[in-house]
């Protein structure tokens, strides 16, 4: 699976837009970018996923650059509630049952 | 819906000791994984079971842990005997069975080992 990189931590304005990069300058073209998220204590919670095109779901938005090396997480009003770790994974296929390979993720804080 | 369950939450052992976690998958879901999360890294995938077959063990410290999941349920963890770098949340995660929609996987809410 390729690698991504991803800031460690990122601040937000409770209510403000919280965005959310990460770089996968080796994706093939048949690997997804999946998100996930984790709050303290918790297990790790999905959020969205995409190939190659933009994708919005009740939680956030997905946005992937055209080259698909890099895309953008974006929580669009943030609350203290959204305060956790974010996950950027690029795995194969999108129903094949493969592995998740979490990196180290970027600690969102949410200030009120 | 019901989600991954796991116990015990917490558990401390001094080292050499044996340990073991039980997870039971939310209903339906063939997929079971078992992950470890030391603290400040994300989770490692240990194993993954399909049903009852084991799909992928690579990372799992076979001389130490063993897995199994009879009858393509509930799954149990065991570590024996354990030491210090093995204190870490234990999470399990399920998923369906792969090409039937999306794979997403669900994860449990971890249990905590702590090795002294």
């Known amino acids: 699976d390729a690698k991504t990189t991803q800031p460690p931590s990122m601040d937000c304005a409770e209510g403000r837009a919280a965005n959310l990069p990460c770089n996968h300058s080796?994706?093939?073209?048949?690997?997804?970018v999946y998100w996930y998220r984790q709050i303290h204590s918790q297990g790790p919670q999905y959020i969205i996923h995409?190939?190659?095109n933009n994708e919005t779901n009740e939680m956030a938005s997905l946005i992937i650059t055209e080259d698909r090396k890099s895309s953008t997480l974006i929580l669009p009003h943030a609350t203290l509630r959204d305060t956790a770790v974010y996950y950027c994974?690029?795995?194969?296929?999108?129903?094949?049952?493969?592995?998740?390979?979490f990196g180290e993720g970027t600690q969102l804080t949410v200030n009120p | 819906e019901a989600g991954v369950a796991q116990s015990p939450r917490y558990k401390i052992i001094e080292k050499r000791q044996s340990v073991a976690f039980w997870c039971n998958p939310i209903?339906?879901?063939?997929?079971l994984y078992w992950y470890q999360q030391i603290l400040g890294q994300g989770p490692k995938l240990l194993i993954q079971?399909?049903?009852?077959?084991?799909?992928?063990d690579s990372q799992l410290p076979k001389d130490r842990f063993s897995a199994e999941r009879l009858k393509g349920v509930d799954s149990t963890l065991k570590i024996q005997p354990a030491k210090l770098e093995d204190s870490a949340v234990y999470l399990c995660?399920?998923?369906?069975?792969?090409?039937?929609?999306?794979?997403?996987?669900?994860f449990g809410p971890g249990t905590r080992l702590t090795v002294l």
């Open positions: 995660a399920s998923s369906l069975t792969p090409g039937l929609g999306t794979d997403t996987q669900y």
């Open positions: 080796t994706i093939s073209g048949n690997e997804y």
């Open positions: 995409g190939l190659k």
């Open positions: 994974i690029v795995r194969v296929g999108e129903t094949s049952g493969s592995r998740l390979t």
């Open positions: 209903s339906g879901h063939a997929t």
């Open positions: 079971f399909q049903n009852n077959g084991v799909v992928d």
